[in-house]
């Protein structure tokens, strides 16, 4: 890493890898959301740059390219964990972090792996739903098949089940891709029929379907992980804020001030970060306490979300 | 569930269908559009653009249309008058597609959250609650008006009008047709367009009807399966038509059967349409034949004897 | 399908009908437009071009083009023996993930301590083997069935990509074990003896592929060429009934053909795998099997005007990625030109030999693509 | 060369406005000049003959003045305005109608649909349907309008190729080679339609090789030699000799037999050869075939060949003639009986192992199934012996370069070299390469020949029968198969009659009235 260019004064220089789209609505905006809040913030002390919507077959080439001009890399999304631990070994004077990668996954000497613990939100989300839900039978929409997906789908099933037993809680359905609307609707519209009322969602831009499928069946879904505005005639049930930014955001406060370290860095409910947090529309008030009991058994953990 | 299966399947047939039916002229005129799928995208694409620039999703169904025509002008100028390869440039008119609309996504599309003007399903009141067939009628205004339109098509296009023979004779034989008299090159020119025509509506209907956004690659292979469509129907419309619900089905049920709890690996699902498509051509195909000029280009001076 | 092989030397040369010179004018056309775009795009040409060519220039980005090119290059010429029997392989794509689940699946069920020697051609002949069994398949439609080549090798592609998803999420396929509940959908990367060597260049990627892919393309050269071989299969391709009766196996020729055309995009799965990161994932074929027949297209049958477009569209591709990072152009502008580049040479291409005749099994006289019957 | 036979008064002074005029019309090719300075005056009422080998020009010329193809310089004037068609479709409009030499029907459309092309009104649609009825009332020309084209007999197709050309009421009908497929019957059937039209005022061009038909029916003639036109005249005052002068700047004197029976300008001798017929080389026993339809195309078949015969099949087009040929050469599916070759049995052979065993084909449809036009010369020459060729550095393309020139040579195959395209060379060379690499075979036993002269050039035609005869004199069975009754009775030593699919009857060239035996066989009554 040669952190002398950059005319004059000598800046913290960060890449930033999206392999997504920045405007899919979902982990990827979020993420860019704090790449913008972090680059007005450290203006005059860092020098942000990103790359967005790269092909698997060319993450080590931008990793390698962003390794060999920066001084931290931040990328975003496990599907890039196999090219960023080798491109870290190749890199040891660069610092990396690895932002939604495998949560038992080893530091390197030079890489951190923040965890935004999607699972415990879906966990909340999933009661959020349930206790939305008036024929009591709630349904998970996820992208890819992803672990860190995978498990959200399970913690929204033990979510539901625990805000309200007996719960019905369909299979997950995976549509395969995050961003396809048109698969998304169909998988809600399959669900809807299945008999459930309130969908939870892991699919950035396929929200787009799901939302068309609630609104013609006057159904409701789970927002997030941006929040919106509740309101009345939205087919919002409740917004989950899952904020991806924050740990962008997090990764340079920590190399500039040097308390950065090379560890699994928690940013759920269970860690201080509050980067993570639920808002259910209406009021219902005993749903929310039931949703302020769940989400401080989870910080205590005396709950797991899976 | 299969009332669900049926109005999810119809959702997905719909597009295909109209892609098909512009397709199957064309193919019959002698002209194969791979391009289909392109055309379906961009169509998506502007339609959106225009309904959110308008305010008025009827506006952004033209702007579609009119998307579509200009991919069909394009390919009709390779096809039909620069006489060039048929399938590699209708791949690269997709792949032109693909990248200039999420390149355009790019630039126009930064406000996700703004609001789309689309149809949205008509209420039926009591035909909505017959059974089985009930839900798969409350689709939007846009699908009947198109599916209504494709069928006027294929009534004006059949055999047993004038235009229809032109088609299939410019298809069958160029040489022989333009002896006769037919305007050989006109008539695929027109062919095509009214695929495209056809294929930037499919396209305006999958965006304003179905999902009221545009995301990168939103068709998904929906053109070639369209392309399939025609094929399995052994280029005859009403076996078109066939195919395209089945495919339709095939995509449904890849989200019905988790739902009812089913366990099947999503790889598998995400075969399924394609497999059913291969098997439909594997199976039918082999008894019929294409138009014999399929993807040759016809040109006068070339004929001399 | 036009064919400028013979007529690039055996019709008076005309220099500018060669691939060649079209290709250098369209691809100019293509840079000028993508240069505009990305003006559009809030980014001058000075510094779209400079972010390119600083893009190219890093020994890693030449590596990594060498590595795109190998891929290439393999499907190009596996295109381009089935093109010769009159078969157009669009199923490169499928192709390649059969040969990437194959040689995943021997590199991970053999001993992993049998060194590269035997580890390396033995993930390559699977990969092969891989990618000739996935277009025997369509093989066996378009002989037995009848069915069009396009269609079949087309819908194989999604089959095959599916098959892919498939395989790396079911533990009982190629999944990579399940340590625990973070355990990524693909499969375990393969021991260091089914690792291609690399070139050994500093700080490059560069994997032995690009020598396979070209001792590929020069044996394809040589048998199309050279052997009689070469002469059936193109009599197969212009004239199936002149063929048989002079005693040619066409459906033999045209099934292997398509076989050994698969074979070689299988191979380009096994490069895909036996590199960085050394596993199977979804989506491992990236459209390489669209930018392989793109090449063998473009080149009509030179193999040598092919490995050039199979290079210059890697470079291009890798030249487009420092273009997003440096000049913040949206990475598709690369797509745009490349798609921008087939679509000017594919029918500037038509145009320019329109009337030299093209390949039709009915009447050896009918010119510009069209067939017109003799009377029986 | 516009050389005017000796002793001819040039074409007469027309009365009147002229249905057609050429003047200078040229056209070209890239390199080859198809017609050249071409002038040419028809009027109305008059049938005028276009005579010339192949490659003269002929149907470039009739593809002009149709519309399907631009001259390159020259003009044309119909009654006196000039005329300057930009596609057929304006052609028709313009009244002037066109019989291709091959056909223009779509075959898999019915004869409604290929008369209705191109009408695009429903009330066109009308007008033509009446105008079939009054194309049979005045010129007796019948079609069944619901008969799927590409099941019809070419005679058949014919008929609708006239009813097509008569639709829009025409001035002026350009027949291209029309009688190059047809049989005597049809050939007179269509004449007197030909003499009808000029009768009912309308001028008919006639394009054809045989003089005896431009003698039946026309007023005058145009002769054109390499495109350009090497004179003209009133038939009534030039004599055959003169004509075929003019067509090829031969003396009739030198020509075979066979040619002046083909031409109609002597009577056909049988070529009385001193062969004795040897052993069997081909035995056919209950051939039968069946179309894909499952209609029986030949019927229960046999017949014998012996070594130095050459046997003919006579027969009105689509009698299964052609099919006998295929089913032999191995080209269509057998689907009951037996063929032998020589002491072999090759029913089931791949047509290529029937070649290995001597059996030399000479296919019908030339472009489709004996010659690959996209390769050269040397490649269609050698494809079946390319084992012969190869060695350690593959191919030796210079090795079979000069085999190929030895062929050329021997056959006499005019063209720029052995690594000529075929599809550059004229039908009758690429028949002449056909033969070459049929006949030269080593193990040559048997000949099977479909209708190896048509729409070839004279010389071509010579080249095709001396070479038939010599394989014959070489101890090599030949079976003929012919539209051409003259020419079959000019080479065979015995006839075949097909009838419905059947061997109707056999008729010894040598008995006197073998000609009226013959033509009763073929409308099927008894001998
Ligand atoms: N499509 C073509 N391309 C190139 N040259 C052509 C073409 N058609 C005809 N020619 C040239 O024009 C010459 C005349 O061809 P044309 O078919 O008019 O001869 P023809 O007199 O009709 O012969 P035939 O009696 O066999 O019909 C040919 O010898 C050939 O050289
Ligand atoms: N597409 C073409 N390209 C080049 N030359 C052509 C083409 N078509 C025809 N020709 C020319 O036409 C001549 C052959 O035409 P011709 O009319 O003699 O064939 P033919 O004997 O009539 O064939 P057929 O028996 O099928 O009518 C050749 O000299 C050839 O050069
Ligand atoms: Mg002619
Ligand atoms: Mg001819």
Same mark, same amino acid.
């Given at each position: 890493?040669?952190?002398?260019?950059?005319?004059?004064?000598?800046?913290?220089?960060?890449?930033?890898?999206?392999?997504?789209?920045?405007?899919?609505?979902?982990?990827?905006?979020?993420?860019?959301?704090?790449?913008?809040?972090?680059?007005?913030?450290?203006?005059?002390?860092?020098?942000?740059?990103?790359?967005?919507?790269?092909?698997?077959?060319?993450?080590?080439?931008?990793?390698?390219?962003?390794?060999?001009?920066?001084?931290?890399?931040?990328?975003?999304?496990?599907?890039?964990?196999?090219?960023?631990?080798?491109?870290?070994?190749?890199?040891?004077? $660069?610092?990396?972090?690895?932002?939604?990668?495998?949560?038992?996954?080893?530091?390197?000497?030079?890489?951190?792996?923040?965890?935004?613990?999607?699972?415990?939100?879906?966990?909340?989300?999933?009661?959020?739903?349930?206790?939305?839900?008036?024929?009591?039978?709630?349904?998970?929409?996820?992208?890819?098949?992803?672990?860190?997906?995978?498990?959200?789908?399970?913690?929204?099933?033990?979510?539901?089940?625990?805000?309200?037993?007996?719960?019905?809680?369909?299979?997950?359905?995976?549509?395969?891709?995050?961003?396809?609307?048109?698969?998304?609707?169909?998988?809600?519209?399959?669900?809807?029929?299945?008999?459930?009322?309130?969908?939870?969602?892991?699919?950035?831009?396929?929200?787009?379907?799901?939302?068309?499928? $609630?609104?013609?069946?006057?159904?409701?879904?789970?927002?997030?992980?941006?929040?919106?505005?509740?309101?009345?005639?939205?087919?919002?049930?409740?917004?989950?804020?899952?904020?991806?930014?924050?740990?962008?955001?997090?990764?340079?406060?920590?190399?500039?001030?040097?308390?950065?370290?090379?560890?699994?860095?928690?940013?759920?409910?269970?860690?201080?970060?509050?980067?993570?947090?639920?808002?259910?529309?209406?009021?219902?008030?005993?749903?929310?306490?039931?949703?302020?009991?769940?989400?401080?058994?989870?910080?205590?953990?005396?709950?797991?979300?899976? | 569930?299969?009332?669900?299966?049926?109005?999810?399947?119809?959702?997905?047939?719909?597009?295909?269908?109209?892609?098909?039916?512009?397709?199957?002229?064309?193919?019959?005129?002698?002209?194969?559009?791979?391009?289909?799928?392109?055309?379906?995208?961009?169509?998506?694409?502007?339609?959106?653009?225009?309904?959110?620039?308008?305010?008025?999703?009827?506006?952004?169904?033209?702007?579609?249309?009119?998307?579509?025509?200009?991919?069909?002008?394009?390919?009709?100028?390779?096809?039909?008058?620069?006489?060039?390869?048929?399938?590699?440039?209708?791949?690269?008119?997709?792949?032109?597609?693909?990248?200039?609309?999420?390149?355009?996504?790019?630039?126009?599309?930064?406000?996700?959250?703004?609001?789309?003007?689309?149809?949205?399903?008509?209420?039926?009141? #009591?035909?909505?609650?017959?059974?089985?067939?009930?839900?798969?009628?409350?689709?939007?205004?846009?699908?009947?008006?198109?599916?209504?339109?494709?069928?006027?098509?294929?009534?004006?296009?059949?055999?047993?009008?004038?235009?229809?023979?032109?088609?299939?004779?410019?298809?069958?034989?160029?040489?022989?047709?333009?002896?006769?008299?037919?305007?050989?090159?006109?008539?695929?020119?027109?062919?095509?367009?009214?695929?495209?025509?056809?294929?930037?509506? #499919?396209?305006?209907?999958?965006?304003?009807?179905?999902?009221?956004?545009?995301?990168?690659?939103?068709?998904?292979?929906?053109?070639?399966?369209?392309?399939?469509?025609?094929?399995?129907?052994?280029?005859?419309?009403?076996?078109?038509?066939?195919?395209?619900?089945?495919?339709?089905?095939?995509?449904?049920?890849?989200?019905?059967?988790?739902?009812?709890?089913?366990?099947?690996?999503?790889?598998?699902?995400?075969?399924?349409?394609?497999?059913?498509?291969?098997?439909?051509?594997?199976?039918?195909?082999?008894?019929?034949?294409?138009?014999?000029?399929?993807?040759?280009?016809?040109?006068?001076?070339?004929?001399?004897? | 399908?036009?064919?400028?092989?013979?007529?690039?030397?055996?019709?008076?040369?005309?220099?500018?009908?060669?691939?060649?010179?079209?290709?250098?004018?369209?691809?100019?056309?293509?840079?000028?437009?993508?240069?505009?775009?990305?003006?559009?795009?809030?980014?001058?040409?000075?510094?779209?071009?400079?972010?390119?060519?600083?893009?190219?220039?890093?020994?890693?980005?030449?590596?990594?083009?060498?590595?795109?090119?190998?891929?290439?290059?393999?499907?190009?010429?596996?295109?381009?023996?089935?093109?010769?029997?009159?078969?157009?392989?669009?199923?490169?794509?499928?192709?390649?993930?059969?040969?990437?689940?194959?040689?995943?699946?021997?590199?991970?069920?053999?001993?992993?301590?049998?060194?590269?020697?035997?580890?390396?051609?033995?993930?390559?002949?699977?990969?092969?083997?891989?990618?000739?069994?996935?277009?025997?398949?369509?093989?066996?439609?378009?002989?037995?069935?009848?069915?069009?080549?396009?269609?079949?090798?087309?819908?194989?592609?999604?089959?095959?990509?599916?098959?892919?998803?498939?395989?790396?999420?079911?533990?009982?396929?190629?999944?990579?074990?399940?340590?625990?509940?973070?355990?990524?959908?693909?499969?375990?990367?393969?021991?260091?003896?089914?690792?291609?060597?690399?070139?050994?260049?500093?700080?490059?990627?560069?994997?032995?592929?690009?020598?396979?892919?070209?001792?590929?393309?020069?044996?394809?050269?040589?048998?199309?060429?050279?052997?009689?071989?070469?002469?059936?299969?193109?009599?197969?391709?212009?004239?199936?009934?002149?063929?048989?009766?002079?005693?040619?196996?066409?459906?033999?020729?045209?099934?292997?053909?398509?076989?050994?055309?698969?074979?070689?995009?299988?191979?380009?799965?096994?490069?895909?795998?036996?590199?960085?990161?050394?596993?199977?994932?979804?989506?491992?074929?990236?459209?390489?099997?669209?930018?392989?027949?793109?090449?063998?297209?473009?080149?009509?049958?030179?193999?040598?005007?092919?490995?050039?477009?199979?290079?210059?569209?890697?470079?291009?591709?890798?030249?487009?990625?420092?273009?997003?990072?440096?000049?913040?152009?949206?990475?598709?502008?690369?797509?745009?030109?490349?798609?921008?580049?087939?679509?000017?040479?594919?029918?500037?291409?038509?145009?320019?030999?329109?009337?030299?005749?093209?390949?039709?099994?009915?009447?050896?006289?009918?010119?510009?693509?069209?067939?017109?019957?003799?009377?029986? | 060369?516009?050389?005017?036979?000796?002793?001819?008064?040039?074409?007469?002074?027309?009365?009147?406005?002229?249905?057609?005029?050429?003047?200078?019309?040229?056209?070209?090719?890239?390199?080859?000049?198809?017609?050249?300075?071409?002038?040419?005056?028809?009027?109305?009422?008059?049938?005028?003959?276009?005579?010339?080998?192949?490659?003269?020009?002929?149907?470039?010329?009739?593809?002009?003045?149709?519309?399907?193809?631009?001259?390159?310089?020259?003009?044309?004037?119909?009654?006196?305005?000039?005329?300057?068609?930009?596609?057929?479709?304006?052609?028709?409009?313009?009244?002037?109608?066109?019989?291709?030499?091959?056909?223009?029907?779509?075959?898999?459309?019915?004869?409604?649909?290929?008369?209705?092309?191109?009408?695009? %009104?429903?009330?066109?649609?009308?007008?033509?349907?009446?105008?079939?009825?009054?194309?049979?009332?005045?010129?007796?020309?019948?079609?069944?309008?619901?008969?799927?084209?590409?099941?019809?007999?070419?005679?058949?197709?014919?008929?609708?190729?006239?009813?097509?050309?008569?639709?829009?009421?025409?001035?002026?009908?350009?027949?291209?080679?029309?009688?190059?497929?047809?049989?005597?019957?049809?050939?007179?059937?269509?004449?007197?339609?030909?003499?009808?039209?000029?009768?009912?005022?309308?001028?008919?061009?006639?394009? %054809?090789?045989?003089?005896?038909?431009?003698?039946?029916?026309?007023?005058?003639?145009?002769?054109?030699?390499?495109?350009?036109?090497?004179?003209?005249?009133?038939?009534?005052?030039?004599?055959?000799?003169?004509?075929?002068?003019?067509?090829?700047?031969?003396?009739?004197?030198?020509?075979?037999?066979?040619?002046?029976?083909?031409?109609?300008?002597?009577?056909?001798?049988?070529?009385?050869?001193?062969?004795?017929?040897?052993?069997?080389?081909?035995?056919?026993?209950?051939?039968?075939?069946?179309?894909?339809?499952?209609?029986?195309?030949?019927?229960?078949?046999?017949?014998?060949?012996?070594?130095?015969?050459?046997?003919?099949?006579?027969?009105?087009?689509?009698?299964?003639?052609?099919?006998?040929?295929?089913?032999?050469?191995?080209?269509?599916?057998?689907?009951?009986?037996?063929?032998?070759?020589?002491?072999?049995?090759?029913?089931?052979?791949?047509?290529?192992?029937?070649?290995?065993?001597?059996?030399?084909?000479?296919?019908?449809?030339?472009?489709?199934?004996?010659?690959?036009?996209?390769?050269?010369? %040397?490649?269609?020459?050698?494809?079946?012996?390319?084992?012969?060729?190869?060695?350690?550095?593959?191919?030796?393309?210079?090795?079979?370069?000069?085999?190929?020139?030895?062929?050329?040579?021997?056959?006499?195959?005019?063209?720029?070299?052995?690594?000529?395209?075929?599809?550059?060379?004229?039908?009758?060379?690429?028949?002449?390469?056909?033969?070459?690499?049929?006949?030269?075979?080593?193990?040559?036993?048997?000949?099977?020949?479909?209708?190896?002269?048509?729409?070839?050039?004279?010389?071509?035609?010579?080249?095709?029968?001396?070479?038939?005869?010599?394989?014959?004199?070489?101890?090599?069975?030949?079976?003929?198969?012919?539209?051409?009754?003259?020419?079959?009775?000019?080479?065979?030593?015995?006839?075949?009659?097909?009838?419905?699919?059947?061997?109707?009857?056999?008729?010894?060239?040598?008995?006197?009235?073998?000609?009226?035996?013959?033509?009763?066989?073929?409308?099927?009554?008894?001998?």
């Amino acid at each position: 890493g040669g952190s002398s260019s950059a005319g004059g004064k000598d800046l913290l220089k960060v890449g930033v890898f999206l392999p997504g789209s920045t405007s899919d609505t979902g982990f990827m905006q979020s993420a860019h959301l704090g790449y913008e809040r972090a680059k007005k913030a450290h203006a005059d002390t860092a020098k942000l740059s990103m790359a967005e919507e790269v092909d698997p077959a060319d993450y080590e080439e931008v990793l390698t390219s962003f390794a060999s001009t920066n001084d931290l890399v931040v990328s975003v999304g496990g599907q890039t964990d196999a090219d960023l631990r080798r491109v870290a070994a190749q890199f040891p004077d $660069v610092t990396f972090v690895e932002i939604g990668g495998p949560s038992d996954a080893e530091p390197l000497a030079n890489l951190a792996y923040y965890d935004p613990q999607q699972a415990e939100a879906e966990y909340l989300t999933g009661a959020a739903a349930a206790l939305a839900s008036t024929k009591h039978s709630v349904g998970f929409i996820g992208g890819m098949e992803l672990p860190a997906i995978v498990n959200a789908a399970e913690a929204f099933g033990n979510g539901a089940v625990a805000a309200v037993p007996g719960t019905k809680v369909l299979k997950p359905q995976f549509v395969g891709d995050f961003n396809d609307p048109a698969k998304a609707k169909q998988a809600a519209d399959a669900d809807i029929a299945a008999g459930a009322d309130v969908l939870g969602q892991i699919v950035n831009l396929g929200k787009a379907g799901i939302e068309q499928a $609630v609104r013609s069946a006057d159904a409701r879904m789970i927002g997030g992980p941006i929040p919106g505005e509740c309101s009345a005639d939205s087919p919002y049930a409740a917004y989950i804020r899952t904020d991806i930014g924050a740990e962008v955001e997090y990764a340079i406060e920590a190399v500039l001030d040097g308390t950065w370290k090379a560890v699994q860095e928690p940013f759920g409910l269970t860690s201080d970060h509050d980067a993570t947090e639920l808002t259910f529309c209406g009021d219902d008030a005993e749903a929310k306490t039931t949703l302020e009991k769940l989400a401080a058994q989870l910080a205590d953990a005396s709950v797991t979300a899976y | 569930m299969i009332a669900a299966i049926l109005a999810s399947g119809l959702g997905f047939a719909i597009p295909l269908l109209v892609a098909a039916t512009g397709e199957l002229v064309s193919e019959r005129a002698g002209v194969l559009n791979m391009s289909l799928e392109g055309m379906m995208l961009t169509g998506a694409f502007s339609s959106v653009i225009g309904a959110v620039e308008s305010g008025s999703a009827v506006v952004g169904l033209f702007w579609g249309i009119a998307a579509g025509l200009a991919l069909g002008m394009v390919q009709a100028l390779a096809s039909v008058v620069l006489r060039a390869d048929q399938i590699v440039t209708g791949l690269a008119l997709n792949a032109l597609a693909l990248a200039g609309t999420t390149f355009g996504a790019r630039l126009l599309f930064t406000d996700r959250g703004a609001e789309v003007p689309g149809f949205d399903g008509l209420d039926l009141g #009591a035909v909505g609650d017959l059974p089985v067939i009930g839900p798969a009628l409350g689709q939007s205004v846009l699908a009947y008006v198109l599916v209504l339109s494709v069928a006027v098509v294929a009534v004006i296009t059949s055999r047993r009008t004038s235009w229809g023979i032109a088609i299939d004779a410019a298809g069958e034989d160029a040489v022989r047709a333009d002896w006769a008299g037919v305007p050989v090159n006109r008539v695929r020119f027109a062919s095509v367009l009214l695929a495209g025509a056809l294929a930037g509506a #499919a396209g305006a209907q999958l965006a304003l009807s179905e999902v009221h956004t545009f995301t990168d690659n939103m068709t998904a292979g929906a053109g070639y399966l369209a392309v399939v469509a025609v094929i399995a129907g052994r280029w005859r419309a009403l076996p078109t038509v066939v195919a395209t619900l089945a495919f339709g089905v095939a995509q449904a049920l890849q989200y019905s059967l988790p739902a009812v709890g089913v366990d099947v690996p999503t790889g598998l699902l995400l075969m399924l349409p394609y497999a059913i498509a291969l098997l439909a051509t594997a199976g039918l195909v082999a008894s019929s034949r294409a138009p014999s000029a399929l993807t040759r280009p016809f040109a006068r001076s070339a004929t001399g004897r | 399908m036009t064919r400028l092989r013979t007529a690039g030397f055996r019709d008076a040369g005309d220099l500018i009908r060669h691939p060649l010179a079209l290709g250098a004018l369209s691809a100019l056309a293509a840079a000028v437009t993508a240069l505009a775009l990305a003006a559009a795009a809030g980014s001058p040409p000075g510094t779209t071009l400079n972010a390119f060519l600083d893009g190219v220039g890093t020994a890693h980005s030449v590596g990594a083009a060498l590595n795109g090119t190998a891929v290439i290059v393999l499907v190009g010429s596996g295109f381009i023996i089935a093109h010769r029997v009159g078969l157009v392989n669009v199923g490169g794509e499928g192709q390649i993930c059969a040969g990437a689940v194959t040689a995943t699946s021997v590199g991970l069920a053999l001993p992993p301590a049998i060194g590269p020697w035997v580890g390396v051609p033995v993930l390559l002949g699977a990969a092969a083997l891989g990618g000739a069994a996935w277009a025997a398949v369509a093989a066996a439609l378009v002989i037995a069935r009848g069915v069009n080549e396009v269609i079949c090798t087309l819908l194989l592609n999604f089959i095959a990509l599916a098959g892919v998803v498939l395989c790396v999420h079911e533990d009982w396929l190629l999944r990579q074990p399940r340590t625990s509940a973070e355990t990524l959908p693909q499969s375990a990367p393969l021991p260091a003896s089914f690792q291609l060597p690399l070139l050994g260049i500093e700080r490059s990627p560069a994997t032995l592929g690009i020598i396979v892919a070209l001792v590929a393309a020069a044996g394809t050269a040589l048998v199309l060429r050279r052997t009689a071989l070469g002469v059936r299969l193109e009599a197969t391709g212009l004239s199936r009934p002149a063929a048989r009766r002079l005693g040619i196996a066409t459906d033999r020729l045209r099934g292997g053909g398509l076989v050994v055309s698969g074979a070689l995009a299988g191979v380009a799965g096994g490069l895909l795998v036996g590199a960085a990161p050394f596993l199977l994932v979804d989506g491992v074929s990236s459209g390489y099997g669209f930018t392989g027949l793109v090449a063998g297209l473009l080149a009509r049958g030179s193999l040598l005007a092919m490995v050039m477009v199979a290079t210059s569209l890697a470079f291009l591709s890798s030249g487009g990625i420092a273009v997003q990072l440096f000049a913040g152009v949206p990475a598709s502008l690369t797509q745009i030109a490349q798609a921008l580049l087939v679509f000017f040479i594919a029918s500037t291409a038509a145009w320019t030999v329109s009337h030299v005749p093209r390949r039709t099994t009915r009447d050896t006289r009918a010119t510009g693509g069209e067939a017109g019957e003799v009377a029986p | 060369m516009s050389d005017l036979a000796p002793g001819h008064p040039p074409a007469p002074a027309p009365r009147g406005p002229l249905a057609l005029e050429l003047r200078g019309v040229s056209r070209e090719f890239g390199a080859v000049t198809a017609l050249r300075d071409v002038s040419l005056r028809v009027s109305p009422g008059t049938v005028h003959a276009v005579l010339g080998e192949n490659g003269a020009g002929k149907s470039t010329l009739c593809n002009i003045v149709y519309g399907a193809l631009p001259p390159t310089r020259g003009e044309m004037v119909r009654f006196g305005q000039s005329y300057a068609p930009g596609s057929p479709a304006h052609a028709l409009a313009g009244g002037v109608a066109m019989v291709h030499q091959h056909f223009s029907l779509l075959p898999n459309l019915s004869v409604r649909d290929n008369l209705l092309l191109g009408a695009w %009104t429903q009330s066109a649609r009308r007008r033509t349907l009446r105008a079939v009825d009054r194309a049979r009332d005045s010129f007796g020309v019948e079609v069944d309008l619901d008969a799927h084209v590409g099941a019809m007999s070419l005679g058949a197709r014919q008929q609708v190729e006239i009813v097509k050309a008569l639709l829009r009421e025409p001035e002026l009908v350009l027949f291209d080679e029309p009688t190059a497929v047809l049989s005597a019957t049809e050939i007179d059937r269509f004449l007197a339609i030909s003499t009808a039209l000029a009768r009912a005022g309308t001028a008919v061009v006639l394009v %054809t090789h045989k003089l005896a038909e431009v003698r039946a029916v026309s007023d005058e003639f145009t002769v054109l030699r390499h495109g350009s036109v090497a004179g003209s005249g009133r038939v009534a005052e030039a004599s055959s000799d003169d004509i075929i002068d003019m067509i090829m700047g031969r003396q009739v004197a030198e020509l075979d037999g066979v040619l002046a029976a083909t031409l109609g300008v002597a009577d056909p001798t049988a070529a009385s050869t001193g062969r004795t017929p040897g052993p069997v080389v081909l035995t056919v026993d209950g051939l039968t075939v069946r179309d894909e339809a499952g209609a029986v195309r030949v019927d229960d078949v046999d017949l014998e060949l012996r070594a130095g015969e050459i046997v003919g099949v006579a027969g009105v087009e689509g009698n299964g003639q052609s099919e006998l040929v295929a089913a032999i050469s191995g080209s269509l599916p057998v689907t009951a009986g037996r063929v032998v070759l020589g002491d072999r049995e090759i029913t089931d052979l791949e047509p290529g192992d029937r070649n290995a065993l001597g059996l030399a084909v000479i296919p019908e449809d030339r472009h489709h199934e004996a010659i690959i036009g996209d390769l050269g010369i %040397t490649e269609n020459l050698l494809l079946d012996r390319l084992d012969e060729f190869r060695s350690p550095r593959g191919l030796d393309r210079k090795a079979m370069d000069r085999e190929a020139a030895r062929l050329m040579q021997e056959y006499d195959v005019r063209a720029a070299g052995p690594r000529a395209r075929l599809s550059t060379l004229s039908g009758g060379n690429q028949q002449k390469v056909v033969l070459a690499r049929e006949l030269s075979r080593d193990s040559l036993q048997c000949v099977v020949a479909a209708e190896p002269t048509r729409g070839l050039d004279l010389g071509a035609v010579d080249a095709v029968v001396t070479r038939l005869r010599e394989a014959a004199d070489g101890g090599a069975g030949v079976l003929v198969v012919s539209s051409e009754l003259p020419e079959l009775f000019a080479l065979c030593d015995r006839i075949l009659v097909a009838y419905r699919g059947s061997i109707h009857g056999q008729v010894h060239v040598a008995d006197p009235d073998a000609h009226d035996a013959v033509a009763r066989l073929m409308m099927g009554e008894p001998a």
